[in-house]
């Protein structure tokens, strides 16, 4: 029997799972090999150990914790997954855009009428925002002006409210003084 048969029933062994036949013929080997016999002296000696440690018990939230790292460690790897995917279909497009797509348009003369529309489109959007600048000035020296016409309009509204309350004050200051007399 070969050594790394052995390391398995040494294993077995450890475990307590190992039938008689099996036990007999890892006896028999260790007694010729002195390698596999300082392995099995090994292995009984480390599981002698680990049983002499006392009892942990894991902390109260502990399954908790692992739980969800584990849905965590999840949505990450499904969030890669679809991010691989999107990636893949991206690069798919790209390919099918460059040696299908645009061979078919340049072959139909599909492309000239679309530079003409592009053209077109660029040259409204063009007329648009030249319209833009040359009104946007105009429009706000006319906010401007509503500004201070407001301003003013407010000024003078507010001073006619002061007024009427420093008259109403007065009048109520002569009422009192005649009252006192």
Same mark, same amino acid.
């Given at each position: 029997?070969? $050594?790394?048969?052995?390391?398995?029933?040494?294993?077995?062994?450890? =475990? @307590? =799972?190992?039938?008689?036949?099996?036990?007999?013929?890892?006896?028999?080997?260790?007694?010729? $090999?002195?390698?596999?016999?300082?392995?099995?002296?090994?292995?009984?000696?480390?599981?002698?150990?680990?049983?002499?440690?006392?009892?942990?018990?894991?902390?109260?939230?502990?399954?908790?914790?692992?739980?969800?790292?584990?849905?965590?460690?999840?949505?990450?790897?499904?969030? &890669?997954?679809?991010?691989?995917?999107?990636?893949?279909?991206?690069?798919?497009?790209?390919?099918?855009?460059?040696?299908?797509?645009?061979?078919?348009?340049?072959?139909? @003369?599909?492309?000239?009428?679309?530079?003409?529309?592009?053209?077109?489109?660029?040259?409204?959007?063009?007329?648009?925002?030249?319209?833009?600048?040359?009104? &946007?000035?105009?429009?706000?020296?006319?906010?401007?002006?509503?500004?201070?016409?407001?301003?003013?309009?407010?000024?003078?509204?507010? &001073?006619?409210?002061?007024?009427?309350?420093?008259?109403?004050?007065?009048?109520?200051?002569?009422?009192?003084? &005649?009252?006192?007399?």
């Amino acid at each position: 029997m070969e $050594c790394s048969e052995i390391s398995n029933l040494i294993m077995k062994y450890v =475990d @307590g =799972d190992i039938s008689e036949v099996e036990r007999k013929l890892l006896n028999k080997h260790k007694l010729s $090999c002195e390698r596999c016999n300082q392995e099995f002296e090994m292995m009984t000696e480390m599981i002698k150990c680990i049983n002499e440690l006392p009892e942990v018990s894991p902390p109260y939230d502990f399954e908790a914790k692992v739980m969800g790292k584990i849905s965590k460690q999840r949505v990450r790897s499904s969030m &890669l997954n679809m991010l691989i995917g999107a990636v893949g279909m991206l690069a798919f497009a790209y390919y099918m855009i460059i040696f299908v797509i645009l061979p078919f348009i340049q072959d139909a @003369g599909i492309g000239q009428m679309l530079l003409g529309y592009g053209r077109f489109a660029l040259d409204l959007i063009g007329k648009y925002i030249m319209n833009i600048l040359v009104y &946007l000035p105009i429009t706000i020296d006319n906010l401007l002006i509503l500004r201070n016409i407001m301003i003013k309009d407010y000024m003078h509204i507010m &001073l006619f409210i002061a007024g009427a309350v420093m008259i109403f004050n007065l009048g109520l200051i002569r009422i009192i003084n &005649l009252q006192r007399e």
